[in-house]
């Protein structure tokens, strides 16, 4: 079983600034991460994932993985109102399961 | 658009009383899944589903069966509700290898007085 770890719990943040989000896993077998947006009332909605070590940019979004120190962070820029949400972190398994995180609470102020 | 439907939305369940949570797929996925999620824990796995027929338990499965009878239905049951099993549940299909991308359902609020 994977245990995930995120940081902070929340972060609030100025519009237009960046938003920086952590999370930390407890072993190497997750084959793939993945970052998932949570709005009141919704259920979870993929954003973006990474499956190697190194960055990935989507966008405003740029996930980065670093597999020997069990790290991966997920970064926003030019943060909106409308990112203000519950961001999820999540590891996948050889039994095709996501185990995530807890979530940190991202509060963008106009 | 992937589409996963929960029924019904809100529930309210005696102590005791049997529940019965449906989730209906339009994906065609293989993978179906089960997790609640309550404040400072977040999604935690229920039950998932391999395909039509199977089911296998999650993290956390005491007080909880699940059944798949179709590729597109997954249910998870309480047979003897709790009001320690008060929680938002979520349904959720997906596709592929070693963590695919899981679609999920809008939430079913559940709440055992």
């Known amino acids: 079983q994977e245990k995930v770890q995120q940081s902070p719990e929340s972060l609030i943040v100025p519009e237009g600034a960046m938003s920086s989000l952590n999370c930390t896993f407890s072993?190497?077998?997750?084959?793939s991460i993945w970052w998932y947006q949570q709005h009141p009332g919704k259920g979870p909605e993929a954003l973006i994932?990474?499956?190697?070590?190194g960055n990935k940019k989507e966008g405003r979004l740029t996930v980065y993985l670093n597999r020997a120190s069990l790290h991966v962070s997920l970064h926003i820029r030019d943060s909106q109102p409308s990112d203000s949400a519950v961001y999820l972190c999540a590891g996948g398994s050889n039994y095709n399961v996501l185990y995530f995180g807890s979530g940190t609470k991202l509060t963008v102020e106009p | 658009e992937a589409a996963v439907t929960q029924s019904p939305r809100n529930k309210v369940a005696v102590t005791g009383g049997k529940v019965t949570l449906s989730c209906n797929q339009t994906n065609n996925h293989n993978n179906m899944y089960w997790y609640r999620q309550d404040t400072g824990h977040g999604l935690r796995l229920i039950h998932y589903s391999y395909g039509a027929g199977s089911t296998e338990k999650g993290d956390i499965p005491d007080g909880y069966k699940a059944s798949r009878p179709s590729q597109e239905n997954f249910s998870l049951i309480l047979e003897l509700a709790t009001p320690s099993q008060t929680s938002v549940y979520f349904c959720?299909?997906?596709?592929?290898?070693?963590?695919?991308?899981?679609?999920f359902g809008k939430g079913t609020r559940l709440t055992v007085v």
């Open positions: 072993n190497s077998a997750s084959q």
């Open positions: 959720a299909s997906g596709e592929g290898q070693g963590g695919p991308e899981v679609f």
């Open positions: 994932s990474i499956f190697s070590n």
